[in-house]
């Protein structure tokens, strides 16, 4: 029997990758339903190549720009998307909407049981106990995407959690790896988004180069793997062969890796708890790189100690922290702020907010909100 994919976010970087890997599963899988926010040529496009039973599309105002195929039903909307959820009853759901934008989709997906194949981090950062304990009410198994968390979960399988020790993030450095704080007053937008290993979004890129990206992927393995943040740590490692690894109490340390290639963690949570051939050749492991490691500069790329601040926090700093750092990121993209006051705008909004343990998604939402607008006002004045 076919397992239905539901792909949410299928117009961005991983989601397009997924129906990459998806186009080869054919005979395994079916892409029952896709999702994007806005990019209504994109979605059409690939509901004609993959006909899936609907789409949807989250800017409604963007949906008269839709082609599907006949048969192929259409929602609208952000409750849209939560509605297509329920609506194709997916085996497998990949949710890769990026940002808080993803979080009801997720919690829906963890409503209807199944895969979730989780590459939206930001849904446990802003949600971890809610996500959590939906999967727990339906039997769902969150399988994480992003390729630290799914390399620490194969490390993982298999073993007692009493066992571990240690979980350890591997970081490329991004763009500005070695740079101090001094020459990092002067980086562009365009320098951030020259990522050396990786293709991605341009968020999650600069999240990459100001080393944001770690923070949230420490709380998002906090809450995956159920361990406390000084059980966590960051190492770089330019290479980008070791997506991370795991120390067990005996010492010994176990890594996954594998060229950095998004399609291997999306084939594995495809294929969970099974694996698929990827139809590759093998690695020539007389090729890779010499693998080197540094510890992180913490004065340089200051926000990595906010992650490890908010996974200990917990409640809703985590909102605090995203909401703040997308306004931040947005406001350097577009030429308004400099790249070190990224961290200055977050550090301000956790600062001015009162954290709440065990927050409900009104709750969550609502301080979303109120983030973006205080964050949005401590953003420089642009010139008249």
């Known amino acids: 029997m ?22 080869g599963l054919r005979d395994s899988h079916e892409v029952v339903g896709l999702a ?38 259409v929602f609208t909307g952000a409750e849209g998307v939560v509605r297509l959820v329920e609506h194709v009853v997916p085996d497998i759901v990949l949710c890769a909407i990026t940002g808080a934008a993803g979080l009801r989709s997720t919690l829906a997906a963890a409503e209807g049981g199944g895969v979730v194949g989780l590459a939206n981090k930001e849904s446990l950062v802003l949600a971890g106990h809610l996500v959590k304990s939906a999967c727990r009410r339906s039997g769902a198994r969150l399988v994480p995407v992003d390729s630290e968390h799914s390399a620490l979960a194969q490390c993982l399988q298999g073993h007692e959690p009493s066992h571990v020790r240690r979980l350890v993030l591997t970081a490329s450095g991004g763009p500005f790896r070695g740079y101090s704080a001094e020459q990092l007053l002067a980086v562009t ?27 949230l992927e420490v709380i998002e393995a906090c809450q995956l793997f159920d361990v406390p943040p000084e059980n966590v740590s960051v190492v ?24 950095p290639d998004m399609r291997l963690p999306i084939r594995w949570a495809l294929a969970y708890p099974g694996r698929v051939p990827s139809g590759e050749a093998s690695v020539d492991i007389a090729r890779l790189p010499g693998l080197t490691f540094e510890a992180p500069d913490p004065v340089a790329f200051p926000c990595l100690l906010l992650g490890q601040l908010v996974a200990r926090s917990g409640g809703l700093s985590g909102t605090v922290l995203n909401a703040a750092n997308e306004v931040a990121v947005e406001a350097f993209l577009a030429g308004r702020l400099s790249f070190t006051a990224i961290h200055a705008v977050v550090a301000d909004a956790l600062d001015r907010f009162e954290n709440e343990p065990e927050p409900d998604v009104a709750r969550i ?20």
């Open 365 to 384: 939402e609502e301080t979303d909100r109120r983030v973006r607008r205080h964050a949005a006002s401590r953003l420089p004045q642009p010139a008249t």
């Open 2 to 23: 076919l397992r239905r994919v539901l792909v949410l976010g299928s117009t961005g970087s991983v989601g397009r990758q997924s129906l990459e890997v998806l186009a």
């Open 36 to 73: 994007a926010a806005r990019s209504a040529a994109r979605l059409s496009e690939q509901a004609r190549d993959f006909h899936p039973r609907a789409v949807a599309l989250a800017d409604a105002s963007q949906a008269g720009d839709l082609a599907v195929p006949p048969g192929c039903r």
């Open 189 to 215: 937008p365009a320098q951030a988004l020259r990522h050396p290993s990786w293709d991605m979004g341009p968020r999650i890129t600069v999240d990459s180069a100001t080393l944001m990206n770690k923070a």
């Open 236 to 259: 770089v490692h330019p290479q980008s062969v070791i997506h991370s690894m795991v120390e067990f109490i005996d010492g010994a340390l176990l890594a996954q890796l594998s060229p």
